[in-house]
């Protein structure tokens, strides 16, 4: 009798290598021997995605992008088969399969699909027989059969779509951090590793910059409660649990913190102050595809005012370049542009249910003599724009400050 179905994800650094991909073999034929049935999701070995989209910018800037998901897909299809046959040699039964041989059928927007349905009779045919079912992460297959991607960091996306779609009893990422720390540990020494968190908060800290896995895939464990587990592939200590709600939840205000310098800051100067303005300037920016961040506009008293807000410091340029189209229709002064910003961030759902943690940041830093430029909120988190040098400071006070480390 079968203990259980587990969904296993091993991320990219934890098949880098021949070594790596025998220590999963071996974790995944230990759960075997205690009696449990296995679907194991892989990445690609290593940075092989990145060394592939690089190989096809030697030939095109503009690949199509069928041909690019045809490219990519690639990589997954490798770590499959050489695990299968490292599972094989422990003595184990192993079956490797692509996304579209294990029906995950997609959309039709390559780069970037979306699953709509994932048949399992394979699969379940497959574990029947004693087998571990090993599928590729971050693809599928539409229906004309054309091979697709799911976006960056898909697999994670494809081990919790698995695990919904086979009512698993665990799904597990595993990838070369313990887990979800409280803030990068690089930055805070003293950053401590959360037994737990609320898919909301990991939704946000994946937005604010935390890259431990792939935002869709939350969304997706969240709207079907797939709790998961991550947790790392050299260890067999217990990582974060990332769950619908988390014990005594609303008695913690801050859980996470968190530090993106990938931002820039633009200013339209002397705006005119009048109905219609700041829709052409974003209408502009969102038919170039920039994604637009924070966003301040100030009270006017001369009928001019000026705009700020950011946006990825790889889109500056050409954010730039999009104001200057509609600059002169507009009538505004100099756009200027800041990279030495940082942004820092608190997260945490008992913000929703306590005063006062806003007033608390904004005391914290100004303690510190740290000015904040910007600030933005939603429900569950605070952010604050400041000067890029000042960033690690103000982790380490706040850290201090919300009690992160106890
Ligand atoms: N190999 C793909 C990537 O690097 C998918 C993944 O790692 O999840 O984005
Ligand atoms: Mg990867």
Redesign the pocket.
């Known amino acids: 009798m079968s203990k259980g179905l587990i969904v296993q994800k091993f991320?990219?650094s934890s098949v880098a290598n021949v070594e790596r991909i025998q220590n999963v073999a071996k974790r995944v034929t230990g759960y075997r021997k205690k009696g449990f049935d296995v679907v194991v999701v892989v990445?690609?070995l290593g940075d092989?995605?990145?060394e592939l989209i690089e190989l096809a910018s030697q030939i095109t800037t503009e690949p199509s992008e069928r041909e690019m998901d045809m490219l990519?897909s690639t990589?997954?299809q490798i770590s499959v088969a050489l695990l299968a046959m490292a599972i094989h040699k422990l003595g184990f039964e192993a079956i490797s399969f692509t996304g579209s041989q294990v029906g995950i059928v997609t959309d039709k927007s390559h780069t970037k699909a979306r699953i709509v349905k994932i048949a399992t009779d394979r699969i379940k045919k497959e574990l029947k027989v004693g087998r571990v079912v090993i599928v590729a992460?971050?693809q599928g297959v539409t229906p004309d059969d054309d091979i697709t991607?799911l976006g960056?960091?898909?697999?994670?996306l494809t081990a919790v779509a698995l695990a919904k779609e086979l009512k698993a009893d665990e799904c597990e990422i595993y990838t070369d951090v313990d887990g979800i720390y409280s803030t990068d540990p690089r930055i805070e020494p003293k950053a401590k590793k959360l037994a737990q968190i609320t898919y909301d908060e990991m939704l946000e800290m994946a937005s604010l910059g935390a890259q431990v896995m792939?935002a869709r895939s939350i969304e997706v464990a969240k709207k079907f409660d797939v709790p998961i587990h991550v947790r790392s592939s050299f260890s067999d200590k217990d990582g974060t649990m990332i769950i619908k709600e988390v014990k005594n939840m609303e008695d913690v205000l801050v859980t996470g913190i968190t530090l993106n310098k990938n931002e820039a800051k633009i200013t339209i100067c002397e705006v005119p102050d009048k109905p219609g303005v700041a829709a052409k300037i974003f209408k502009e920016l969102a038919s170039s595809g920039i994604s637009v961040d924070m966003i301040v506009q100030n009270v006017s008293h001369t009928r001019k005012t000026d705009i700020s807000f950011t946006v990825n410091k790889n889109d500056a340029a050409r954010t730039i370049k999009a104001i200057k189209k509609v600059n002169s229709d507009i009538g505004a002064g100099d756009i200027l542009v800041d990279e030495d910003i940082a942004r820092i961030s608190i997260v945490g759902v008992g913000m929703k249910s306590h005063h006062g943690v806003a007033a608390k940041m904004f005391e914290t830093l100004a303690h510190e003599k740290i000015n904040i430029e910007m600030i933005s909120t939603s429900d569950i988190s605070i952010s604050c724009i400041i000067k890029k040098n000042l960033g690690g400071t103000a982790v380490k006070i706040l850290h201090e400050k919300f009690n992160l480390s106890k």
Do not use: K, N, V
Not at 152 to 156: I, N, V
């Open positions: 991320g990219g990445s690609a092989t995605t990145d990519l990589g997954e992460g971050f991607t960056r960091g898909g697999s994670d792939q």
